[in-house]
């Protein structure tokens, strides 16, 4: 078997997220249909970086597949071209074939069996856009940027997000999945005004449980719209880290105006400790 290294993006609008769903169309099957159409194999199983829910959008998103001997001869044919060239050919001809440009394959390498697009991870990174009454209103734009009613205090969200960095127990701002960790490491919460007063959010952790993120930035739109105290997300934080169950339900917002921006990954000679090292920590914890 030879393992690649798949890197794309999609528009998720008309997605009903990265996984398998029975009857929906997703980004996953979407991508596995291609795979199995240009290969000839039954079936080839991906492997992604970080799932994302229906609505959400991806720039820089990352997956790994293995495919037979056979599998790759049949991908390159008689053609004089390596089989990372014949993998991103093809496949950016039948998805453009089959769904327009919703997905977009941006690169193939061959990798060593040891990377795993999700495990090898180092951080994933998040962009959330978000508009207010301050906001000029690109109409190219709507339909990736939800809109807020009134104006939002920008300087105290980013106050908040300071304080909200660093390894806590996010279960006030997740979706809990049985036998899983809440434990994560936020490395960046930055919130700013672009030059046209739309407002990002930018977040970067080593991982994100589900709805973290956009749980997490209807917290910030509590504080910037005066509903909670600058304090509040980061006193949640210290309650769960306590081992106190939240008592304030999440306030989780539109899908549309989230993007995951890029997965970062150490070394090759690296590979297969980080995966150790992900997999053991989720497992103690």
Not at 35 to 55: C, F, K, Q, S, Y
Request: overall charge negative.
């Amino acid at each position: 078997m030879t393992r690649f290294r798949i890197d794309l993006g999609y528009r998720g609008t008309d997605f009903h997220g990265w996984a398998k769903q029975p009857g929906l169309r997703t980004v996953q099957s979407s991508l596995e249909a291609g795979l199995t159409r240009i290969t000839g194999a039954e079936e080839v199983p991906t492997v992604v970086a970080g799932r994302t829910d229906a609505g959400v959008h991806a720039r820089r998103q990352v997956v790994h597949i293995d495919l037979s001997t056979e599998s790759v001869e049949k991908l390159i044919g008689r053609a004089s071209r390596s089989a990372e060239a014949a993998l991103l050919s093809r496949l950016r001809g039948v998805l453009t074939v089959d769904d327009t440009d919703d997905i977009v394959i941006h690169a193939v390498s061959e990798v060593p069996e040891d990377f795993d697009a999700r495990f090898s991870a180092l951080w994933r990174s998040y962009q959330y856009r978000l508009a207010d009454y301050r906001s000029f209103i690109d109409p190219l734009l709507t339909a990736v940027t939800p809109r807020h009613k009134g104006e939002l205090d920008a300087e105290a969200m980013a106050e908040a997000a300071r304080e909200a960095r660093g390894l806590h127990d996010f279960l006030p701002f997740c979706k809990p999945r049985e036998g899983a960790t809440t434990i994560r490491t936020l490395f960046t919460l930055d919130v700013a005004r672009d030059q046209e007063a739309v407002i990002t959010i930018d977040l970067r952790a080593d991982a994100f449980c589900h709805h973290m993120v956009r749980a997490l930035v209807g917290g910030l739109i509590k504080v910037g719209a005066g509903t909670w105290p600058v304090t509040r997300p980061a006193e949640l934080l210290a309650e769960a880290d306590a081992g106190i169950e939240p008592g304030t339900p999440m306030f989780v917002t539109p899908a549309h105006g989230l993007v995951l921006t890029e997965v970062g990954y150490p070394e090759a000679e690296f590979y297969a400790s980080r995966a150790a090292q992900t997999m053991a920590r989720r497992d103690t914890e």
